[in-house]
């Protein structure tokens, strides 16, 4: 499918339309075509439904992105900077024919670590590696956020929503890695660690992990700070700001599983991939897990996560191609007919421009890369025979029946430095043995449900409250098929009876016949079972800008049924008309269908959840929050008690527990097949950066 149709579908969507200020519409087509393909694939019932539906937006978003940002990479620092250590990969995988590639000797073979199981040292040193590129303005405005800048424009397509996605990020850490080593000579020998995410989800409260303190990446909460960020971490999209545990999960042992034991590239990426196995799909959770800038295509790479995230996703794709050669698999020109799941298959074809120097996608899958250039120490294991996990920050926890490493918290890993203290130089030390279970949370500042959400308001690259505006959301909650019994029961001729408290709704067929729950899949790690109260999360995605912005209602998970209002921002539309896609969902990641006001009514149907905004009076919208909250509630009619202006707030979700297809679907347009040796060349031009 040509850029030239994708361009002109989006931009018939962002037309000004000035009938009214807020107002219901449909979703772009991309983004149906989206949710049809993930239709074919999967359910709610199989796969958490905001996994589904973030997995649909965000192709759309990289669509969206290429076409209408194509040229937003282009700056000569960037493009001097890229050419440059593209050109350095290429000289280490130097294609000289279609089957056969010559290997150019880049220095002593590299080892990737867990960031965890680094000497203190080593983790020093990559730190201040890391500081020293973001402090680097010989290009603007540094060189850390130069080569960050290029994860996105046309870029972001190519790389993202098939194949490519692979070998484009593979490149993209190489020269990550060799920027670092030009940062310094004491950095000649420095390598990204990878962040193996499993060491998180099998914690009891992944947000409790000792990764996010400032003994590694930072703070986890609102503003980043510590670690590898130092005081703080100015960045190009506003101060870096993380919400951790907000939204997705942890790579699991299960997913990792399903993507390694497969042999075919054609099962884990692509058109013909199961969504459990799709290593893509897989790696979108943890972006989603972080949030801030991390949450964001054309911001990820600012958050340092980024760079080991994805050394993780490189290392589990090669433990994939491993598998896949142990079984007589040719790794180097196993590449899938149908390389797209929902991107441009054209950009990922095996001769196209991968997008660095010369390299087509092809060049990707080069054997040079692992064998001749850097390698991956493995995993930290554990076992009960065995319980050290080799590193301080890591304990052995008994799990499903096997030991396994386990992040620790900081107050853990301060609690072993102080043991380790007290001993005396004679005593014999010993590993302790395995925990029974991972771990007990510890006395965090806040509770999970008044966390303050931080955004980080970048819209179209700039971060300024002033360009959002508020509308209110009506929440509509359903008590959850987990929550069993509230503890509060009715007593009948003088006798208590425990079988249903008192707002159960299945108690009461008058209620019940209207709230009957289904099980729509769920996060494993998730606020469930009998807490009293719950998070609904409502994000606003920008669909004809760039921005996000996320806020959450606290429900009564009690009552058969409950209302709540939050206020949601989306970009001003005092310039041009904003389009977005509104969505709610819980801690659980199951979602919430959407559902507008019918006008002129207090009625509200089913809607894509999607709205417009236009400049027109009168505006349903406030230009901050306290003007938000004014047209929603009257103060001055009486004084003694403030009314509630229902007709203002004119969409709303329905957190209703069922599992029906609910999003906007419709079949694509047939995709043009690649025709045999179809090459498409889109190289970097620009000047060439001369080193020194």
């Not at 072993?416 to 005396?424: I, K, M």
């Not at 509230?486 to 709704?505: E, H, T």
Request: aromatic share 10%; with cysteine.
């Amino acid at each position: 499918m040509s850029s030239c149709f994708f361009l002109h579908v989006i931009l018939l969507s962002v037309v000004p339309y000035v009938r009214a200020t807020v107002e219901q519409t449909n979703v772009p087509d991309e983004l149906t075509w989206n949710f049809y393909v993930a239709h074919q694939k999967t359910s709610r019932l199989n796969t958490p439904s905001n996994a589904i539906q973030s997995w649909c937006t965000n192709v759309y978003k990289w669509q969206h992105d290429s076409l209408v940002h194509g040229g937003r990479n282009t700056s000569t620092g960037t493009r001097e900077l890229v050419h440059y250590l593209s050109d350095q990969v290429l000289q280490s995988v130097h294609r000289t024919g279609l089957a056969k590639r010559q290997v150019v000797s880049s220095g002593p073979k590299r080892r990737r670590k867990e960031i965890r199981m680094l000497t203190e040292a080593e983790l020093d040193l990559y730190f201040r590696a890391v500081r020293a590129a973001k402090a680097n303005t010989t290009t603007s405005p540094n060189v850390y956020e130069a080569l960050a800048e290029f994860h996105t424009g046309i870029t972001s397509i190519s790389a993202h929503g098939g194949c490519n996605f692979f070998g484009w990020h593979r490149v993209y850490l190489l020269m990550f890695e060799n920027m670092l080593r030009t940062q310094g000579p004491e950095f000649a020998e420095v390598t990204i660690p990878y962040w193996d995410s499993r060491l998180e989800a099998r914690m009891e409260q992944p947000t409790n992990t000792v990764l996010f303190t400032n003994r590694f990446l930072g703070t986890g909460s609102g503003e980043a700070t510590g670690g590898i960020l130092g005081s703080g971490w100015q960045t190009s999209a506003g101060p870096l700001v993380r919400n951790i545990g907000t939204d997705g999960p942890p790579m699991t042992d299960e997913a990792i599983v399903n993507v390694t034991r497969m042999t075919k590239m054609s099962e884990i990426c692509g058109a013909d991939s199961a969504i459990e196995s799709d290593l893509e799909f897989h790696h979108n959770g943890i972006h989603r897990w972080v949030d801030g800038q991390m949450a964001m295509l054309q911001t990820s790479p600012l958050d340092p996560a980024f760079w080991s995230h994805h050394t993780f996703v490189d290392y589990v794709w090669e433990a994939f191609r491993m598998n896949s050669q142990r079984n007589g698999v040719n790794i180097e020109t196993d590449y899938p007919a149908n390389p797209t799941t929902m991107g441009a298959a054209e950009l990922h074809a095996p001769d196209a421009a991968l997008g660095f120097a010369e390299m087509t996608v092809i060049d990707g899958l080069s054997n040079t890369f692992t064998t001749e250039i850097y390698e991956y120490d493995p995993p930290p294991t554990c076992s009960v025979q065995n319980p050290d996990c080799g590193s301080k920050y890591l304990k052995c926890v008994v799990f499903r029946d096997n030991a396994h490493c386990v992040s620790r918290t900081l107050a853990e890993v301060v609690e072993w430095e102080n043991n380790q203290v007290t001993r005396t130089t004679a005593a014999p030390v010993t590993s302790p043995p395995p925990s029974a279970c991972p771990n007990t949370p510890i006395p965090q500042p806040y509770t999970e449900h008044d966390k303050p959400y931080q955004n980080h308001y970048c819209l179209n690259g700039k971060s300024d409250i002033r360009q959002w505006v508020y509308i209110p959301v009506k929440i509509i909650y359903r008590r959850p098929p987990e929550y069993t019994s509230y503890g509060s029961y009715p007593i009948y001729n003088g006798k208590i009876s425990k079988f249903y408290d008192i707002y159960a709704p299945n108690v009461y067929s008058n209620v019940y016949q209207h709230l009957k729950n289904g099980q729509p899949a769920k996060y494993e790690k998730c606020a469930g079972g009998d807490k009293r109260i719950s998070s609904i999360y409502i994000k606003s995605t920008g669909l004809n800008y760039d921005g996000t912005y996320k806020e959450y209602a606290i429900m009564d998970r009690r009552i058969a049924i409950t209302v709540s209002t939050a206020y949601i921002a989306v970009k001003n539309p005092a310039m041009e008309s904003s389009l977005a896609l509104i969505q709610a969902t819980d801690s659980c990641g199951r979602v919430c269908r959407p559902v507008c006001k019918v006008p002129n009514s207090n009625i509200y149907r089913p809607c894509s959840g999607a709205v417009r905004l236009t400049s027109a009076l009168p505006r349903h919208y406030g230009t901050d929050f306290g003007n938000a909250v004014m047209d929603v509630w009257d103060f001055t009619t009486d004084k003694a008690c403030p009314q509630v202006k229902y007709e203002n707030i004119l969409i709303a979700f329905n957190c209703d527990f069922q599992t029906d297809w609910f999003w906007p679907t419709k079949q694509p347009p047939a995709m043009r097949p690649i025709p045999p040796g179809h090459v498409i060349r889109k190289p970097i031009k620009g000047p060439k950066l001369v080193k020194g």
